[in-house]
Structure formats: structure tokens, C-alpha cells
């Protein structure tokens, strides 16, 4: 939760925690109810940075283990409102490749993005 409140203090995100893996000892993968976080350690600025996030509901693709069994690959939108994308208002697809630490944690992260997939389109209908 400490991890999360400093990923997000920036951006003001209304987020609740609900789990975390850490990749390197200065890079993050943070699920949330509301959207998957990648975050990074800045040694510069002294303080986390979102790489990239995605909300649940423009996660396109379920989230599929790679045949090495230590990450994750997803398709998501990207927002037209972040980067680039909000110079041209387009809604790009972006793969996302998640690198995790060893097979157990991989199955686990992505059983865990699917459950929170599914509250996601629970909730939207």
C-alpha cells in the first residue's frame, strides 16, 4: 500500500491496492482495483514514476503466460489523453510484455489481472 500511495501521488488516482510483484529492486508491477502500474524507482527525482498503466477496461487481450513461464504478455489501448496519443486523439493498441521473477509469481499475477478482468465486466453490465 506504501509502494502504491507513492507510485500514484502524482497523479491523484483513487486507486485501492490489491497486489504487487516486484521485478527489480527498482521496478514494480502494481495491480490495483482500477488499473495494472508499472512503475520504475527514479534515483534522480528520489521517488517512483509510472512507466505505464492501463485501466481494466481497455485491456483488449487476457492475459497469457509466455512459454518461458516468467512473464506475461497483454494487449491493451493505449489513453488518448497520455504521450503522444494525445496529439493525434487515437486509441492505439499497445502489446505490453511484464518480465516476472519465476513461474509461480507469473501464474499467480496473471490469475490475478483475469479476476480483476472479470470485476471489471461485472461491473459494465
Not at 489513453?79 to 499497445?94: E, L
Request: charged residues 25%; aromatic residues 12%.
Amino acid at each position: 500500500k506504501y509502494l502504491l500511495s507513492q507510485v500514484t501521488r502524482h497523479t491523484h488516482w483513487p486507486d485501492l491496492y490489491y497486489h504487487h510483484s516486484l521485478l527489480t529492486t527498482k521496478s514494480t508491477f502494481i495491480l490495483t482495483d482500477q488499473r495494472c502500474i508499472m512503475s520504475e524507482y527514479d534515483d534522480v527525482m528520489n521517488s517512483w514514476k509510472v512507466e505505464w498503466s492501463h485501466v481494466y477496461q481497455d485491456v483488449e487481450s487476457l492475459p497469457c503466460v509466455l512459454s518461458s513461464g516468467t512473464g506475461i504478455t497483454f494487449t491493451a489501448y493505449m489513453d488518448p489523453n497520455a504521450g503522444f496519443s494525445k496529439f493525434f486523439k487515437n486509441r492505439r493498441k499497445k502489446s505490453r510484455i511484464v518480465t516476472l521473477p519465476n513461474e509461480t509469481e507469473t501464474q499467480m499475477m496473471a490469475d490475478k489481472i483475469i479476476v480483476r478482468l472479470q470485476k471489471t465486466k461485472q461491473k459494465e453490465i
